[in-house]
């Protein structure tokens, strides 16, 4: 997850969360700063709280009003609790848990471009009659250093120079032995970790293992007496609406306390494929990455690592990996040192209202799967290109990352139920799921070089209905448009600017290789199959298309002719 986000805070960067206005940054709350230079103090919330205060009836309502008072409150005394109150005090709570939170720092070696001071001065670009040219073109050549100083090598040509930096996060103990969990960015490209205790005691840190998906790391620290710890809570008990007590580092001020409540499940930052993160309001801030966030029972249930901001500080909205996700994750690098997610090999899309009406789905729900990766496990199952995964081992697929979670959490050599919608009605079929393999494993193997079609002069047919003009893959065609000679299929050498097609990005050179969820060899095949869908009153057709070796489905809109 380090890496994906805007750059907030060198020399972690990530990027934006999509969707949102003002295109907000979701920062990894992590402190880092130049150990030549000294932080500011953190600008403080002020924050009011004010009791509520139930106002008596006024005397002037006699009698009858205090009657009905008085059965108001008769009612209000009896009525059975819901929810738990907001607590008169969280200390009794910060007592409990502090002791387990630490500071984590690390040190990292990088490198600057040679200049005077920290960084390269440049001549500022000035107009050419500007009467101030001439006098910084001299200053900026004879400077120390410079183009025009004695051995000067300029700003561009001086060796880098190589200094220490200083990152800082959050962590927490979840055994007495020692074992303390963080934030992947937190450690990431360290030379040195050290955690510190609330006593100030100083420990050196070793990195047990690190897991970049969910952006969670396991340190090891030695003490030559048992440690606070604190436990894990159950994060899919946490409601919306409940308290959550946040502690941490921010900005360096260790052993900070925060309180709010959980403002929301499930959310997705695009940072990754498993993203699920709660929403807090406790306010957070640089620094208290990977550090916890406690339910009223002292548990953690959730891991903070990043926060909403168009400013750089709190605006109360944080984002925390959930407990349960952060235990399975946490529990595996223990034992292992790495991560090994279950693997399906499948490419997927999501099933928009288009493709469901096309294919014929009542809910527009589910993963479209758009690819299989050769001698996959779902390959070997019988899944095929088109099919619409519905369910996993029983649990609905409502949007993509419903799968790949689920798929994730499933243990190599497991036998799983995928249920399917293929062509028109549900069926379900067996897949012993796999490890998921490196990057380099999973590509596809380069196919063969069989099946072009002989040499030919190229003739158009033309589709009113999606506004297209189509050939056939022939050599003159695959010069053309530089199209491979194992492609099928109908080639698409025309798109009426105002068409449906064209709106949906269906261009020259795109070769339609699958209708609905049936693959097509020739441009007959292709116009069929279109036709079919047309007369079935259908709204849009699902095409296939293939895009210089990549394939994707895109729903086009049946124009009525």
Request: charged share 25%; proline share 7%; net charge neutral.
């Amino acid at each position: 997850m380090a890496g994906l986000w805007a750059a907030a805070f060198p020399p972690h960067t990530r990027g934006s969360g999509a969707g949102l206005a003002h295109e907000p940054e979701f920062k990894p709350i992590e402190e880092k700063f130049d150990m030549t230079l000294s932080l500011s103090p953190a600008r403080e919330r002020d924050r009011t709280h004010k009791p509520l205060r139930a106002d008596v009836v006024h005397a002037g309502a006699g009698r009858a009003g205090l009657a009905l008072g008085a059965a108001m409150l008769s009612f209000v005394l009896v009525a059975p609790a819901f929810a738990r109150g907001a607590p008169e005090s969280f200390a009794d709570l910060v007592v409990k848990v502090k002791p387990a939170v630490v500071n984590i720092s690390t040190t990292q070696k990088v490198q600057r471009p040679g200049a005077m001071g920290d960084q390269p001065q440049m001549m500022p670009d000035l107009p050419e009659d500007s009467p101030l040219r001439d006098f910084l073109e001299k200053f900026f050549n004879n400077r120390p250093g410079g183009p025009g100083a004695p051995g000067g090598q300029g700003s561009q040509g001086r060796p880098p120079v190589e200094r220490k930096v200083n990152a800082l996060g959050s962590g927490f103990i979840i055994d007495p032995a020692g074992y303390v969990v963080t934030n992947n960015h937190v450690i990431a490209s360290a030379t040195d970790i050290k955690v510190t205790l609330t006593d100030g005691t100083e420990l050196k840190a070793k990195l047990l293992g690190r897991d970049e998906k969910t952006d969670l790391a396991l340190l090891k620290v030695e003490s030559a007496k048992p440690l606070p710890f604190v436990p894990w809570g159950d994060s899919d008990k946490a409601r919306e609406g409940d308290w959550v007590l946040a502690v941490g580092n921010p900005f360096g001020l260790g052993g900070s306390v925060t309180a709010g409540i959980i403002s929301a499940r499930g959310r997705d930052l695009a940072s990754g494929p498993y993203d699920d993160y709660m929403q807090i309001d406790a306010p957070i801030n640089r620094g208290n990455s990977g550090g916890p966030s406690f339910n009223m029972d002292g548990q953690v249930i959730g891991v903070n690592t990043a926060i909403y901001s168009p400013s750089g500080g709190s605006v109360g909205i944080g984002f925390a990996v959930p407990a349960n996700m952060a235990k399975a994750v946490i529990d595996e690098l223990r034992k292992t040192g790495h991560i090994e997610r279950g693997w399906l090999g499948v490419q997927i899309q999501p099933v928009t209202p288009e493709v469901a009406e096309s294919l014929g789905l009542k809910e527009a729900k589910g993963a479209l799967v758009a690819g299989l990766t050769d001698n996959s496990p779902a390959g070997k199952a019988g899944i095929k290109q088109g099919d619409v995964i519905t369910a996993f081992n029983s649990a609905k697929i409502a949007e993509l990352r419903d799968l790949t979670r689920a798929v994730a959490v499933t243990p190599r050599g497991a036998k799983a139920n995928v249920e399917l919608w293929r062509n028109g009605k549900p069926e379900t079929v067996t897949v012993t799921i796999a490890a998921m393999p490196k990057a380099e494993e999973v590509a596809m193997t380069a196919p063969d070089k069989d099946g072009q079609e002989p040499a030919a002069k190229t003739s158009e047919i033309g589709v009113e209905q999606l506004g297209l003009r189509l050939a056939p893959a022939s050599a003159e065609t695959r010069t053309k448009y530089g199209l491979k000679n194992e492609v099928k299929g109908a080639v698409v050498v025309g798109v009426d600017r105002d068409a449906p097609a064209a709106e949906r990005g269906i261009a020259a050179g795109d070769v339609i290789v699958g209708v609905g969820q049936e693959r097509v060899s020739s441009v007959a095949d292709a116009v069929a199959k279109i036709k079919r869908a047309t007369e079935k009153q259908q709204k849009s057709v699902l095409l296939l298309i293939d895009r210089k070796g990549t394939e994707r489905f895109i729903p086009v809109p049946l124009s009525k002719t």
